[in-house]
């Protein structure tokens, strides 16, 4: 009974920012983590970053030192700076949540474009 929705993507120039945002519904005390994943066409998808409910964050090596994550509450954020066109991809987010057993919710994803 997790659902989340993403919003924030757009288009930007490169070195330019954008925040994602990540809205939890439902159970949201059920939700022990949560995260972003992106994916290209033709390419894999990476998992970008994470939160852990207890506040632990994990980034990809792509990510490090320009992309922050964080939660509040069901609410969650990704600040992207200095962006760079290979960060161009979808955004999902997800959420991790236990009911009677272990789920994982996912976003429909956001497009961010960083092109000139």
């Known amino acids: 009974q997790v659902q989340v929705a993403e919003s924030g993507g757009g288009l930007v120039q490169p070195g330019g920012s954008l925040r994602l945002s990540c809205a939890a519904s439902?159970?949201?005390?059920?939700?022990?983590?949560m995260g972003w994943y992106r994916q290209a066409p033709g390419k894999q998808r990476e998992l970008v970053a994470t939160?852990?409910?207890?506040?632990t964050t994990n980034y990809a090596d792509s990510a490090k030192g320009r992309f922050t994550i964080s939660r509040e509450n069901g609410k969650m954020y990704l600040q992207m700076n200095s962006l760079k066109a290979e960060d161009t991809a979808v955004y999902y987010c997800?959420?991790?949540?236990?009911?009677?057993?272990?789920?994982?919710?996912w976003g429909r994803g956001t497009q961010v474009t960083v092109s000139s």
């Open positions: 939160i852990t409910s207890g506040g």
């Open positions: 439902g159970i949201i005390s059920s939700i022990y983590a």
């Open positions: 997800y959420a991790a949540y236990r009911t009677t057993m272990l789920f994982t919710s």
